[in-house]
T-cell receptor, first 113, second 113 residues
Framework: DAGVTQSPTHLIKTRGQQVTLRCSPK?????VSWYQQALGQGPQFIFQ???????QRGNFPDRFSGHQFPNYSSELNVNALLLGDSALYLC????????????FGPGTRLLVL | SQQGEEDPQALSIQEGENATMNCSYK?????LQWYRQNSGRGLVHLIL?????REKHSGRLRVTLDTSKKSSSLLITASRAADTASYFC?????????????FGQGTELSVKP
């Protein structure tokens, strides 16, 4: 039973560029949430996707956007990268939008120079 | 503002000792979840406790929840060097649709052999 997978594992970009991160949920899960974790901090909720639509959003600017595909996998896109976007980006999957356990992937570490 | 706050921020103990970490939160919740993170990698789910539960056990882990005090504790008994990690509490707050976890800043646990 495959867990949550994310790609790439590491990424280096320069300011102003755009980046796409990918996530495949745990088998049987239909909901994907994305989190940003700055160094030394707890993860912060970016948004949640269910039935290919963004259902909830945290306090992140419109530069952060996403997509969910019919196979439940998801992408996180960040435009016009800033130095402050350097962080570990975590994807979590769950079954349904409700109050269930979220299973996290290993994360993508993004460095913006 | 941060929903959850862990206490202490850092904890250093000897192998075999018990480790207790506390989490306080501000807003009524559907559930509270504890996660472990090793060296900036993905989060590993430990326990989910619902708002109508007071205590849960899983192996060497014991979690309590006091909704009147808006607090939770995680006890790891007979700790091992492999328990060295950061531990986070995450709340699923009641006014959200479910699945938007709000994390604290974590407790860094060091277990010395």
């Amino acid at each position: 039973d495959a867990g949550v997978t994310q790609s790439p594992t590491h990424l280096i970009k320069t300011r102003g560029q755009q980046v796409t991160l990918r996530c495949s949920p745990k088998s049987g899960h239909d909901t994907v949430s994305w989190y940003q974790q700055a160094l030394g901090q707890g993860p912060q909720f970016i948004f949640q996707y269910y039935e290919e639509e963004e259902r909830q959003r945290g306090n992140f600017p419109d530069r952060f956007s996403g997509h969910q595909f019919p196979n439940y996998s998801s992408e996180l896109n960040v435009n016009a990268l800033l130095l402050g976007d350097s962080a570990l980006y975590l994807c979590a999957s769950s079954l349904g939008r409700g109050q269930e356990t979220q299973y996290f992937g290993p994360g993508t570490r993004l460095l913006v120079l | 503002s941060q929903q959850g706050e862990e206490d202490p921020q850092a904890l250093s103990i000897q192998e075999g000792e018990n480790a207790t970490m506390n989490c306080s939160y501000k807003t009524s919740i559907n559930n509270l979840q504890w996660y472990r993170q090793n060296s900036g990698r993905g989060l590993v789910h430990l326990i989910l406790i619902r708002s109508n539960e007071r205590e849960k056990h899983s192996g060497r882990l014991r979690v309590t929840l006091d909704t009147s005090k808006k607090s939770s504790s995680l006890l790891i008994t007979a700790s091992r060097a492999a328990d060295t990690a950061s531990y986070f509490c995450a709340t699923d707050v009641i006014y959200n649709q479910g699945g938007k976890l709000i994390f604290g800043q974590g407790t860094e646990l060091s277990v010395k052999p």
